[in-house]
T-cell receptor
């Protein structure tokens, strides 16, 4: 079984300050982990993914995430927030090859960016 | 390169009506799946398929039916719509093999049942 917990339902930052969106996972095997972003009334866009290679993963738009097995975490960070980053962010874990068609989503973190 | 195409984008149904949400992909992906998105709950898996002729239930399958007669298409049928099925629906596809394969999502279908 697999699960994902996004620790904050809402995060508010000022433009130009760092962003931290927290995600913990539970999985009985080596997981693949993803972060997706969803802007209002839009579809899902892949930010980055971890697939058991480098533990520090760089994604689009300056985002990165670090896989920490000992802490079962996959937190998303960005050094400097931009107004366009305001959106909802989902942490996602994917099953092993035999169940790789199944994704388990966190409940989402809404990022607000203020001037 | 169309990717994953969902239709319709918006739909209003009356309680008890039936309808089909269409999903098509042009990437020859084996895996396809349907999710629904509700406020504060993330996306939840309704049904999925690992290849033509093979489907299985996800977390919230009740009230929905699927079939996979071709690799390209994976329609989702609402048998008798209920207000609880008001949601945003996403179709996804990916290659089989590594669980790290990129998953592609459609643009979503906004469904309201009145």
């Amino acid at each position: 079984a697999q699960s994902v917990t996004q620790l904050d339902s809402h995060v508010s930052v000022s433009e130009g300050t760092p962003v931290l969106l927290r995600c913990n996972y539970s999985s009985s095997y080596s997981p693949s982990l993803f972060w997706y972003v969803q802007h209002p009334n839009k579809g899902l866009q892949l930010l980055l993914k971890y697939t058991s290679a480098a533990t520090l993963v760089k994604g689009i738009n300056g985002f990165e995430a670090e896989f920490k097995k000992s802490e079962t975490s996959f937190h998303l960070t960005k050094p400097s927030a931009h107004m366009s980053d305001a959106a909802e962010y989902f942490c996602v874990v994917r099953g092993a090859t035999g169940t790789a068609s199944k994704l388990t989503f966190g409940t989402g973190t809404r990022l607000q960016v203020t001037l | 390169n169309a990717g994953v195409t969902q239709t319709p984008k918006f739909q209003v149904l009356k309680t008890g009506q039936s309808m089909t949400l269409q999903c098509a992909q042009d990437m020859n992906h084996e895996y396809m799946s349907w999710y629904r998105q509700d406020p504060g709950m993330g996306l939840r898996l309704i049904h999925y398929s690992v290849g033509a002729g093979i489907t299985d239930q996800g977390e919230v399958p009740n009230g929905y039916n699927v079939s996979r007669s071709t690799t390209e298409d994976f329609p989702l049928r609402l048998l008798s719509a209920a207000p609880s099925q008001t949601s945003v629906y996403f179709c996804a596809s990916s290659n089989r093999g590594s669980s790290g394969n990129t998953i592609y999502f459609g643009e979503g279908s906004w469904l309201t049942v009145v």
